[in-house]
């Protein structure tokens, strides 16, 4: 015991100092001091900077694709989707010899033919028909009586502004650009809009061809490389989700292409059966207005104004029947075929396939049709492989 005042004692040379705080010294854990500390911290800090740089750099080199990618997204899209729906033709004739270069060129040159051949041949008897239309409707105002039918007159809502419409265009006396002469503005900017989304659509049209020909071409390569990152990043949960959102895109293809053709052939069916003039040229325009999606609203136009024509002929049985024909299986056949010819080629409820093609739709528009299914099937794969893994651990 040392009594207060004594002095410490040293420990013998050669033996580390005691610390009350961290116990007796050992020579060979020997404790680090500041300088290496200080090192160890300015080391962390660099590390820091140096990863910070790198995500910046990162950073601006996706912003920098996305803004070189942004102009022509649509139509990489396009092409992707398009790729995807002809994959199995593309397979077929890969298997049959053909090498992948030949096989693309032949295949882009199909999708000229079949798109552009028909537009080409309709396009000069489309416009006389709209020439005929146009003069057959002067025809029809100058016949028209003073006053509107009394049921016209009454109907709710819309009764009055019928009437004083009418009014308007006896007293033009058939002349077309007096009854339109009001709404001249708005028919312009529509017209010029419609010009304006037909040349882009022309052009994203062309584009998407292209990039369905790279596809077709090194499509073996680029879906081996998307199937290796996704394995690295979900595994083979995310490999599978993959696999579901390409047979979702294919899937809806065919339902909007055979929905399409099936409304084709529909409208060109019920206008034989009523006696319209050129019934074929009738089922290719709602063939058309019906794959552009933008433009199916205006199908109702075409099975309405052949019963329009029809009433005027006074055959108004067969208007009536064309009305009940192009209301009932032509436009009605959009909502219902659609949705189950989407669903053949999904392992997906029905349920969950309506609400992505017209939740896509309504939010993204027309690539809304394929993206709004291809998330959900992608969102359904990854539910039903945690249910999976989850049950065993569950019972």
Not at 155 to 183: F, H, K, M, S
Not at 215 to 232: E, H, P, Q, Y
Not at 343 to 360: E, N, W
Request: proline share 6%; glycine share 12%; hydrophobic share 55%.
């Amino acid at each position: 015991m040392k009594l207060p005042g004594m002095p410490l004692e040293l420990p013998p040379a050669g033996e580390p100092a005691s610390d009350p705080e961290h116990g007796t010294g050992d020579a060979s854990t020997p404790l680090p001091n500041r300088r290496e500390m200080l090192d160890s911290a300015t080391g962390r800090t660099v590390t820091l900077i140096e990863q910070t740089i790198i995500v910046i750099l990162f950073s601006g080199l996706v912003f920098g694709v996305i803004l070189v990618l942004r102009p022509v997204a649509t139509a990489i899209l396009f092409g992707a989707i398009f790729a995807i729906a002809t994959w199995p033709v593309r397979a077929c004739l890969i298997r049959s010899g053909l090498k992948p270069g030949y096989t693309a060129m032949l295949m882009l040159l199909a999708a000229l033919v079949l798109a552009g051949l028909p537009m080409l041949v309709a396009a000069p008897r489309l416009a006389v028909r709209l020439a005929d239309g146009a003069q057959q409707l002067e025809a029809a105002l100058l016949t028209l009586p003073s006053l509107p039918p009394d049921w016209a007159a009454q109907l709710p809502l819309v009764g009055d502004r019928l009437a004083r419409g009418w009014q308007r265009v006896t007293n033009a006396g058939g002349d077309v650009e007096t009854v339109l002469a009001p709404y001249a503005d708005w028919i312009r900017q529509s017209v010029l809009a419609v010009a304006k989304a037909m040349a882009e659509s022309v052009l994203q049209f062309v584009l998407a061809l292209v990039v369905a020909a790279m596809f077709w071409t090194n499509g073996d390569a680029i879906n081996d490389i998307m199937r290796d990152v996704a394995r690295r990043l979900g595994g083979e949960t995310a490999a599978e989700a993959l696999e579901a959102a390409g047979r979702s895109l294919r899937s809806v293809a065919y339902g909007v292409v055979g929905t399409a053709i099936i409304q084709g052939i529909l409208m060109g069916v019920g206008a034989a059966i009523a006696g319209l003039p050129a019934p074929g040229l009738l089922g290719f325009v709602v063939l058309l207005l019906a794959i552009s999606q933008i433009g199916s609203p205006l199908i109702v136009l075409v099975w309405g104004g052949g019963a329009w024509w029809l009433f005027r002929q006074g055959a108004e049985g067969w208007g009536i029947f064309e009305l009940l024909w192009g209301l009932l299986l032509v436009q009605a056949s959009d909502n219902l075929l659609r949705p189950w010819l989407i669903s053949q080629g999904m392992a997906m409820p029905l349920t969950l396939v309506i609400l992505g093609v017209f939740g896509g739709f309504l939010s993204l528009g027309f690539l809304g049709l394929f993206i709004g299914p291809a998330l959900l099937a992608v969102a359904f794969t990854l539910l039903q492989a945690w249910r999976a893994r989850a049950a065993p651990s569950g019972a």
